[in-house]
């Protein structure tokens, strides 16, 4: 079974950078859509970023497009996710999903992913 395990959340002032790691158990041979999702206080989880997994275009809402940038790391097993320029409304708890067999194309609901870590909270603060 996929297990994912979020890490790199912390404390940041605006305008500052933050980079977030999303460890795989291993690799699924067929193929996964990898995300990134957030949950503000009080919202609803929100889709970030997604990458196909291995080799795919990488998606990004419109709230972060230019800012931030979710990549893969084949020797660590990793897809990361560097947040530049961060802001305030960037605050909420950080999640990685993975959908086995899907080839991303764009975000996606949550529903559409399986797998889901715990979560890394990022506070970024005026």
């Known amino acids: 079974q996929v297990q994912l395990v979020e890490s790199g959340g912390g404390s940041v002032q605006a305008g500052g950078s933050l980079r977030l790691s999303c460890v795989r158990s291993?690799?699924?041979?067929?193929?996964?859509?990898m995300a990134w999702f957030r949950q503000a206080p009080g919202k609803e989880r929100e889709g970030v970023a997604t990458?196909?997994?291995?080799?795919?275009?990488?998606y990004y809402a419109d709230s972060v497009k230019d800012r931030f940038t979710v990549s893969q790391d084949s020797a660590k097993n990793t897809i990361d996710l560097q947040m530049n320029n961060m802001k305030p409304e960037d605050t909420g708890v950080y999640y990685c999903?993975?959908?086995?067999?899907?080839?991303?194309?764009?975000?996606?609901?949550?529903?559409?992913?399986?797998?889901w870590g715990q979560g890394t909270q990022v506070t970024v603060s005026s």
């Open positions: 999903a993975a959908a086995p067999g899907l080839y991303c194309r764009g975000l996606y609901s949550t529903a559409v992913f399986a797998y």
């Open positions: 291993q690799y699924t041979y067929g193929g996964a859509c």
């Open positions: 990458i196909y997994t291995p080799g795919g275009d990488t």
